[in-house]
């Protein structure tokens, strides 16, 4: 058979050309396909612009902040808890909505912006535990000024939510993290120290700043509060290092009660037994830790204890501590400005007769001991004087 009547025969055979239909089909939509997702990867690369922040970035926390605000119509949310117990036993819970898994759709300047955040269930952060998430910015066009103002109006945002408060930070695995609430700033006059002493402390601080080149404060110390217990069992030399060294700026890290976390060598060579089992960090991962955070700008590390003869006399040398200052037992100028705080319409006399009557009483009274005994008797000054002989009960 000639080959011009095969393939006349084969075009008028009708399964042949029903096959022959649906390939064409089949790799025409197959084409179709491939150029739309050439394409779309091809428009995403040219006109289109995406910014990409992980969990761990600072600016994490502010974006979804700032997208709760923007995106008010979103019916997709998540809440984030905030839960604090104060001293009373009273209770603050704070709730805040910031957007869920998924996407979301904002008018920002005249521009549509998908915000996809995603959330890994494979993937967790080792040092809290939690899931990596990502939230992802998606606008049209090349121009990254847009990515630019979001992140700025973010942080402007998160500042003014903090704007004349004290954060607290702890440590959590390696790393800070915010502790409660930020807390009214407490002014320095609220605390009443013996004369001279708040004073003399302000000074110094503000010569360390100024030493540093720290221009952010201004007239006043703004600074954050970092905790740190050094009596944690899980914390060694090489995380206290760390801490310290990715403490906050212009933050004041706060050691307490150092004296139960070490003891003087002299100490531990009389009685070595006594002192056995105090923890993994060790006495020189202290004072190479601390060394470090004296090469840093912007932070400054308090240590209290009620037993300064228990600490090694290399831990508060000169050079390593810049400071030492004494807070003992109320004085009698300390007892008269803490009744005038308490009671701003009582007159400097009868301040003065309980400053003299207190002091009469004992001569060893906390300030803690004070406070507690005003409160008995928030509306009755005079009931504060005649019953000071209660204070010591």
């Not at 702890?170 to 609220?190: H, I, K, M, N, Y």
């Not at 914390?235 to 310290?244: A, I, K, P, Q």
């Not at 003891?263 to 056995?276: K, T, V």
Request: net charge neutral.
């Amino acid at each position: 058979m000639p080959f011009s009547d095969f393939v006349l025969a084969l075009k008028d055979n009708p399964y042949f050309g029903a096959g022959f239909g649906l390939v064409g089909v089949g790799t025409v939509l197959a084409v179709a396909r491939k150029g739309a997702q050439f394409g779309l990867v091809a428009f995403r690369r040219h006109y289109m612009i995406t910014l990409e922040v992980p969990s761990k970035d600072k600016s994490y926390q502010w974006l979804l902040n700032w997208v709760s605000h923007h995106a008010k119509h979103t019916q997709h949310l998540s809440v984030e808890t905030s839960y604090l117990q104060h001293e009373s036993g009273r209770v603050s819970t704070k709730f805040d909505f910031v957007p869920s898994v998924g996407n979301h759709f904002i008018w920002y300047r005249r521009k549509w912006i998908r915000i996809e955040r995603s959330r890994e269930t494979q993937v967790i952060d080792l040092n809290t535990g939690t899931p990596w998430e990502s939230v992802t910015f998606t606008a049209l066009g090349t121009d990254r000024e847009i990515f630019f103002n979001i992140l700025q109006e973010a942080r402007e945002l998160a500042l003014q939510q903090q704007e004349g408060k004290t954060l607290m930070y702890t440590a959590v695995g390696a790393e800070w993290r915010q502790f409660g609430f930020p807390r009214r700033r407490r002014p320095l006059s609220s605390v009443v120290l013996e004369k001279g002493v708040s004073e003399r402390l302000v000074q110094d601080v503000k010569e360390f700043i100024n030493n540093s080149k720290c221009t952010a404060l201004a007239g006043e110390l703004e600074y954050s509060i970092c905790l740190l217990s050094l009596s944690d069992h899980s914390l060694s030399d090489d995380r206290l290092n760390h801490l310290l060294s990715v403490a906050p700026q212009q933050s004041i890290i706060l050691l307490e009660d150092v004296d139960a976390a070490f003891i003087s060598r002299d100490l531990a060579a009389e009685n070595p037994a006594a002192y056995q089992g105090m923890g993994r960090l060790t006495f020189s991962g202290l004072l190479n830790a601390l060394d470090g955070v004296a090469s840093t700008e912007a932070r400054i590390v308090f240590m209290t204890t009620n037993y300064v003869d228990r600490l090694d006399p290399a831990l508060v040398r000169p050079g390593r501590v810049d400071l030492k200052q004494y807070v003992g037992h109320c004085s009698r100028w300390q007892l008269s400005c803490m009744f005038q705080r308490f009671y701003p319409e009582q007159p400097p006399a009868a301040a003065e007769r309980f400053a003299e009557q207190a002091l009469a009483v004992s001569k060893q009274i906390s300030a803690a001991q004070v406070q507690g005994h005003f409160m008995l008797y928030k509306m009755d000054p005079e009931g504060a004087i005649s019953n000071i002989s209660s204070i010591l009960l």
